[in-house]
């Protein structure tokens, strides 16, 4: 039977990118947006973050991070998860700025439009 533990003999191997700390407001969007959670955007690489939830939930694997202040919804793969904090590494960005045809991205929108404007 395989072992879904890690062998122990070797090193994990993991990319080492520069890291910033930050302290960014965010938001957390999943279940097509039908799930909110704020966030603080801790470390960040150019491959991805850690973020902060407020809450010790379980979030999919799958979720937009939400960068309001530099208005970019961010598409997440979650590699670690040790609530309330989670590794989220980077796949694809979206200016929110601009309009999309793409309904996700729409969404992804007007909940920043939201944010912003407070």
Request: aromatic share 4%.
């Amino acid at each position: 039977m395989p072992s879904a533990m890690p062998n122990s003999d070797k090193p994990e191997r993991r990319k080492v990118a520069p890291r910033s700390r930050a302290l960014l407001s965010g938001k957390l969007v999943f279940d097509n947006a039908n799930q909110t959670m704020d966030c603080l955007i801790r470390d960040v690489t150019k491959d991805g973050a850690k973020v902060k939830m407020t809450s010790a939930v379980r979030v999919p694997s799958r979720v937009f991070l939400i960068d309001i202040k530099r208005a970019l919804g961010i598409d997440c793969h979650v590699i670690w998860a040790r609530p309330p904090e989670l590794g989220l590494k980077f796949l694809k960005s979206h200016n929110l700025q601009e309009e999309s045809s793409d309904p996700q991205i729409r969404g992804l929108r007007r909940i920043w439009v939201e944010l912003a404007a407070r």
